[in-house]
């Protein structure tokens, strides 16, 4: 009889942490949203569909949304910078393109291989 109670006890027991850990782990406050996609999906859209907007008014928006992320201490999604980089291409401002891309790469380690290829297309020799 004492040997069935001793060995019932630790499962008792384990239950016990495992019951506490669900309860702390529901407890937790909501964690802050990881990337700030406000604005940036509708504005890809808008972009993609052939929007009228000039590439300015596009630069504009994409930089005020990247201001509210610092404010919020958000991080800018994926694809942002690489956007930001495309509208600075059109606007034949290759250097601050070229900086972020190389910073959505930084940011995006697993997006190398396709920054780096657009690294190399912008700087090949035009034919």
Known sequence: ???AM???HPLRLGAAIAMVSVLVGCAQAPKQQLYYWEGF???LYEYFKAD???PEDQLRILNAQAQKARASGA???PGFRAHLAMIYLRLGRDGEAKQELEAEKANFPESAQYIDFLLKRMTAPKS
Request: charged share 15%.
């Open 1 to 3: 009889m004492m040997a």
């Open 6 to 8: 001793k060995s019932a």
């Open 41 to 43: 999906q509708a504005q």
């Open 52 to 54: 009228r907007s000039s």
């Open 75 to 77: 991080a800018l999604p």
